[in-house]
């Protein structure tokens, strides 16, 4: 009688709770890779997009700073009503996500998850590789951390982990020199040194959400045949799992297929270069802390 109870009152809970978007955070264009997947697949849902792009890139930044500024964000996605916020940056994920979800949201009376993009893409990277030398790419944070070296390794421990830190790729895309005769100096520079650490390498994760915007050029200096990753689709399959697995949260995602864009910094400049992460018009508007 008594457990029946706590069921009901549970349920209650539950179902008093208003139904919120989807958060979607990067440090600035790069989860717009991730969220195009996301939509792709998952379009019923509402989305609130941020971008950290007053702060951005995080990718130099010590633990301390990006754990700091990843907690403002999330918490201005609870603000805006979302229980659900996917961390679409490497560098937020290895350096914030732990901390936020087992310090910051036990201490919110409500049901709030917080997801990143390391687990989902090191839980299946090993099935791409025959020769079981896998090179990541990353920021300088992601790489130190090591996160995805440990998260691999236990999915995979016969698999090797060759990690190269990439820091000049993010400042050159975010500053729209993707294409550009500097971005082919600096691509060369980076994929080389992870090829010197070993030739066996044949599957190449970018485990950063910017540099899909390199793509072509990666695949220009890296050997014929190797398979080169990327985590958008990844992270949309992740999340349809992950939606089946929790009903609790699915009923707390609000549909209606609507998306919003919000920026820490300028609306204009966002507008301009977010649609070459998004493939589409992006209309954004200011986020205010
Ligand atoms: N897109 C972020 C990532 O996946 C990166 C960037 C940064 O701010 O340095 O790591």
């Given at each position: 009688?008594?457990?029946?109870?706590?069921?009901?009152?549970?349920?209650?809970?539950?179902?008093?709770?208003?139904?919120g978007s989807i958060g979607v955070f990067?440090?600035?264009?790069?989860g717009l890779?991730v969220l195009k997947e996301i939509v792709k697949?998952l379009p019923q849902y509402n989305y609130v997009y941020l971008?950290?792009?007053?702060?951005?890139?995080?990718?130099?930044?010590?633990?301390?700073?990006?754990?700091?500024?990843?907690?403002?964000?999330?918490?201005?996605f609870?603000?805006q009503?979302c229980?659900l916020v996917i961390?679409a940056?490497?560098?937020?994920?290895?350096?914030?996500?732990?901390?936020?979800?087992?310090?910051?949201?036990?201490?919110?009376?409500?049901?709030?998850?917080?997801?990143?993009?390391?687990?989902?893409?090191?839980?299946?990277?090993?099935?791409?590789?025959?020769?079981?030398?896998?090179?990541?790419?990353?920021?300088?944070?992601?790489?130190?951390?090591?996160?995805?070296?440990?998260?691999?390794?236990?999915?995979?421990?016969?698999?090797?982990?060759?990690?190269?830190?990439?820091?000049?790729?993010?400042?050159?895309?975010?500053?729209?020199?993707?294409?550009?005769?500097?971005?082919?100096?600096?691509?060369?520079?980076?994929?080389?040194?992870?090829?010197?650490?070993?030739?066996?390498?044949?599957?190449?994760?970018?485990?950063?959400?910017?540099?899909?915007?390199?793509?072509?050029?990666?695949?220009?200096?890296?050997?014929?045949?190797?398979?080169?990753?990327?985590?958008?689709?990844?992270?949309a399959?992740?999340l349809?799992?992950?939606?089946?697995?929790?009903?609790?949260?699915?009923?707390?995602c609000s549909k209606g297929n609507e998306r919003a864009f919000y920026?820490?910094?300028?609306?204009?400049?966002?507008?301009?270069?977010?649609?070459?992460?998004y493939?589409?018009?992006v209309?954004?508007?200011?986020?205010?802390?």
């Amino acid at each position: 009688m008594h457990c029946q109870k706590i069921v009901i009152s549970l349920f209650e809970y539950f179902t008093m709770q208003t139904q919120g978007s989807i958060g979607v955070f990067d440090s600035g264009y790069g989860g717009l890779t991730v969220l195009k997947e996301i939509v792709k697949n998952l379009p019923q849902y509402n989305y609130v997009y941020l971008g950290d792009n007053a702060r951005a890139p995080y990718g130099n930044r010590s633990f301390d700073t990006v754990h700091q500024y990843t907690k403002e964000c999330v918490d201005w996605f609870f603000n805006q009503g979302c229980h659900l916020v996917i961390l679409a940056c490497n560098t937020a994920s290895a350096k914030a996500l732990r901390t936020i979800q087992q310090k910051h949201l036990p201490t919110i009376p409500q049901i709030k998850r917080v997801l990143g993009v390391i687990r989902p893409t090191a839980e299946i990277i090993g099935n791409f590789s025959t020769s079981k030398h896998v090179g990541v790419l990353g920021t300088t944070g992601t790489i130190q951390s090591n996160s995805y070296k440990i998260e691999i390794n236990k999915f995979f421990p016969d698999i090797q982990v060759h990690q190269q830190a990439c820091p000049m790729w993010v400042p050159l895309i975010e500053n729209n020199e993707y294409n550009s005769r500097g971005a082919d100096y600096f691509v060369k520079e980076y994929i080389n040194q992870l090829d010197q650490q070993n030739p066996n390498i044949d599957t190449i994760l970018l485990a950063c959400t910017h540099y899909p915007l390199l793509l072509n050029k990666i695949k220009e200096y890296t050997p014929v045949g190797t398979n080169i990753i990327t985590q958008g689709e990844i992270v949309a399959n992740s999340l349809i799992d992950y939606l089946q697995r929790h009903p609790e949260i699915e009923t707390l995602c609000s549909k209606g297929n609507e998306r919003a864009f919000y920026t820490t910094d300028s609306i204009e400049d966002f507008n301009q270069h977010a649609s070459v992460f998004y493939g589409e018009n992006v209309q954004s508007k200011l986020a205010r802390f």
